[in-house]
């Protein structure tokens, strides 16, 4: 990606929003450009203008507008949506989300994060329109089955010899690709794709 990332922020706290974009800017070495979206009356059409790659955000600052209002159709539909955490959240919470920052990960590892990043836009640019990257990998349709059986992800990590971390990982991804966000969702999907019968579904 010749361009670089852009990146918008949405943190209320001065100091992490501030030192947040400093380590981007001046520290990362990556070619990334920062915008701090700081007034909350106007973060849908800040964001409209400034059209950013990635929206890191506090999901405390999503209160009022929360993640299903930012993939609503027509809204950035590239956007890649981030959770700046500054404290526990839930994995159902954090499913919710394309990918995680934390206060305390070191510079080391939020280079490499957004390396990935770059890394996979660059991979994807000639892809982006490919029906086959919406379909399933044959793991990702093993996890959904568990989901859709009633699993929890420790459950699912303990059944597929996986980390935790990992099988947060493929359900992100199984909600990138086929913008369900909820185990309901996946239910019908995985019936009407016969993945399931009736009968393999938790009551």
């Known amino acids: 990606m010749n361009s670089g990332l852009r990146i918008a922020i949405i ?3 001065y100091m992490i929003r ?5 380590t981007l800017r001046k520290q990362s070495g990556l070619p990334i450009s ?6 909350p009356e106007t973060w849908e059409e800040a964001i409209r203008i400034h059209n950013p790659d990635i929206l890191i ?4 600052a999503l209160i ?7 993939r609503k159709e027509g809204f950035c539909p590239k956007l890649k949506i981030w959770a700046l955490c500054s404290a526990f959240l839930p994995e159902e919470q954090l499913l919710l989300f394309d990918g995680q920052l934390s206060i305390y990960d070191s510079l080391d590892v939020i280079k490499e994060k957004f ?6 836009e660059g991979d994807s640019a000639e892809e982006e329109n490919n029906e086959e990257q919406q379909s399933l990998s044959a793991r990702e349709k093993e996890i959904v089955i568990c989901v859709v059986k009633g699993m929890t992800n420790r459950e699912i ?3 597929l010899f996986l980390s935790t971390h990992t099988v947060i990982t493929h359900r ?9 966000h909820s185990p309901s969702g996946l239910t019908i999907y995985a019936i009407v794709n016969k993945l399931v019968e009736l009968g393999d579904i938790k009551q």
Do not use: M, T
């Open 11 to 13: 943190e209320p706290s």
């Open 18 to 22: 501030n030192g947040l974009e400093l």
């Open 34 to 39: 920062v915008v701090i979206i700081d007034n």
């Open 57 to 60: 955000v506090n999901p405390q």
């Open 64 to 70: 009022n507008f929360p993640v299903s209002h930012l």
């Open 115 to 120: 390396k990935h990043v770059l890394e996979v």
């Open 157 to 159: 990590a303990d059944r």
């Open 172 to 180: 992100r991804n199984i909600a990138r690709k086929l913008q369900i």
